[in-house]
């Protein structure tokens, strides 16, 4: 009953975006609008509205707060991509309560999250579902989230914009790596992020090392370090023949449950933009590990996390030089046991989709050393994942 009332709202992860965003996007993708969700356009068109108002009431109100906070100068970031595990690893970090992190509210709310500390953050706890579209993990808006969907709300701008009108195809390439743009706009990118953040710590104060995680931070080293030269990162890579089967699921629930549209509107043009995307990804983090030293990247497995969490933990802290980690363990196994039930998604891939991940990422399949699981699903052409 509760559920069916929450997907009545419709909570959509950009209910956060403002109205520029939305009336661009009404304009030139609104004959695509299936009409019985006319009525959430009405909403939405109202939320965004408000967040775009009260956004610049904030703006002004908490300037000059916002603008003396300082940053930690190194960062921990997450890196990977879309189902690797990066949640996971985000999630068991985050039980360290030396980090802070944006939590999905201010995530969600961009424009209008220091409000959201009273009666507005626990009507958006009423209406958010239990658990994620894509999968039967917990979900909630006190748990950390990722930047990314800040930036989606903030700037109007990003690879997941594509969920409102998915029949469009992708949108904003060039924010993946922001490699493409132009300095402007990546400034104003830089300046946007750096905004929320700042934000964020006002409610943690001065100087707490900030634990992010975004899947588009794998192909933004560069940038990210322009901003923190002292960042430390931590990879996590995964069997790409899940990956991509994972992927492929997560953008057509994702599609097919945040959009204004009916279902299966991603399916014509996600499998090719998930390789494409990966493709670009790995081509930048190849390229930008290299301006890493030693103490400030380690690269871990899936596999291997989901064995041995704790050990895992112990070696990255080692590694990155962040400290004892004995403190926060009992959380930890609270964290483990809270997931002890979860079950992973069993895919069933076409030989094609297997072929065309054996070939267009077998240098991350090598590089992670995954080669022996790829191959057969190319050879054997079963399909499985």
């Given at each position: 009953m509760l559920d069916r009332l929450r997907k009545a709202l419709g909570f959509r992860f950009w209910y956060g975006i403002g109205i520029g965003t939305w009336l661009s996007a009404l304009i030139r993708d609104g004959r695509a609008i299936s009409p019985w969700q006319l009525p959430r356009v009405i909403l939405f068109t109202a939320l965004a509205a408000f967040n775009s108002g009260v956004g610049l009431l904030l703006r002004l109100i908490f300037a000059k707060r916002i603008r003396s906070v300082r940053l930690d100068p190194s960062p921990i970031f997450v890196l990977g991509h879309w189902r690797s595990g990066t949640t996971y690893l985000y999630e068991l970090l985050s039980c360290d309560n030396r980090f802070i992190w944006p939590k999905g509210y201010q995530c969600g709310s961009p424009h209008i999250f220091l409000l959201l500390d009273g009666v507005l953050r626990h009507l958006l706890d009423f209406a958010v579902p239990a658990h994620r579209p894509m999968d039967e993990m917990t979900f909630s808006l006190q748990r950390p989230q990722e930047d990314e969907f800040?930036?989606?709300?903030?700037?109007?701008?990003?690879?997941l914009r594509f969920c409102i009108f998915p029949s469009a195809g992708p949108t904003d390439p060039d924010y993946l790596s922001l490699r493409a743009l132009?300095?402007?706009?990546?400034?104003?990118?830089?300046?946007?992020?750096?905004?929320?953040?700042?934000?964020?710590?006002?409610?943690?104060?001065?100087?707490?090392?900030?634990?992010?995680?975004?899947?588009?931070?794998?192909?933004?080293?560069?940038?990210?370090?322009?901003?923190?030269?002292?960042?430390?990162?931590?990879?996590?890579?995964?069997?790409?023949?899940?990956v991509f089967a994972s992927t492929v699921r997560t953008w057509n629930a994702l599609a097919d449950s945040q959009g204004v549209q009916g279902r299966g509107k991603a399916k014509p043009w996600v499998?090719?933009?998930?390789?494409?995307?990966?493709n670009e990804m790995y081509a930048c983090y190849e390229e930008d590990r290299a301006l890493l030293g030693d103490d400030q990247l380690v690269e871990i497995q899936y596999e291997d996390l989901v064995v041995d969490p704790v050990g895992v933990l112990r070696d990255i802290y080692q590694r990155l030089d962040l400290g004892e980690i004995d403190a926060f363990l009992p959380a930890v196994q609270g964290r483990l046991r809270e997931s002890a039930g979860y079950k992973?998604?069993?895919?069933?891939?076409?030989?094609?989709?297997?072929?065309?991940?054996?070939?267009?990422?077998?240098?991350?399949?090598?590089?992670?050393?995954?080669?022996?699981?790829?191959?057969?699903?190319?050879?054997?052409?079963?399909?499985?994942?």
């Amino acid at each position: 009953m509760l559920d069916r009332l929450r997907k009545a709202l419709g909570f959509r992860f950009w209910y956060g975006i403002g109205i520029g965003t939305w009336l661009s996007a009404l304009i030139r993708d609104g004959r695509a609008i299936s009409p019985w969700q006319l009525p959430r356009v009405i909403l939405f068109t109202a939320l965004a509205a408000f967040n775009s108002g009260v956004g610049l009431l904030l703006r002004l109100i908490f300037a000059k707060r916002i603008r003396s906070v300082r940053l930690d100068p190194s960062p921990i970031f997450v890196l990977g991509h879309w189902r690797s595990g990066t949640t996971y690893l985000y999630e068991l970090l985050s039980c360290d309560n030396r980090f802070i992190w944006p939590k999905g509210y201010q995530c969600g709310s961009p424009h209008i999250f220091l409000l959201l500390d009273g009666v507005l953050r626990h009507l958006l706890d009423f209406a958010v579902p239990a658990h994620r579209p894509m999968d039967e993990m917990t979900f909630s808006l006190q748990r950390p989230q990722e930047d990314e969907f800040a930036m989606l709300g903030l700037l109007g701008r990003s690879t997941l914009r594509f969920c409102i009108f998915p029949s469009a195809g992708p949108t904003d390439p060039d924010y993946l790596s922001l490699r493409a743009l132009a300095p402007t706009e990546r400034q104003r990118w830089v300046e946007t992020w750096v905004y929320f953040l700042k934000s964020v710590a006002i409610r943690y104060g001065d100087n707490k090392r900030f634990l992010l995680k975004s899947p588009q931070h794998t192909a933004r080293i560069r940038t990210i370090l322009s901003v923190f030269p002292d960042a430390k990162f931590i990879h996590i890579a995964r069997n790409p023949v899940e990956v991509f089967a994972s992927t492929v699921r997560t953008w057509n629930a994702l599609a097919d449950s945040q959009g204004v549209q009916g279902r299966g509107k991603a399916k014509p043009w996600v499998r090719q933009s998930v390789l494409a995307n990966f493709n670009e990804m790995y081509a930048c983090y190849e390229e930008d590990r290299a301006l890493l030293g030693d103490d400030q990247l380690v690269e871990i497995q899936y596999e291997d996390l989901v064995v041995d969490p704790v050990g895992v933990l112990r070696d990255i802290y080692q590694r990155l030089d962040l400290g004892e980690i004995d403190a926060f363990l009992p959380a930890v196994q609270g964290r483990l046991r809270e997931s002890a039930g979860y079950k992973v998604n069993v895919h069933k891939v076409e030989p094609v989709d297997a072929a065309a991940v054996a070939s267009s990422w077998s240098g991350y399949a090598t590089r992670y050393g995954y080669d022996e699981t790829v191959a057969p699903a190319l050879v054997s052409g079963d399909g499985t994942a």
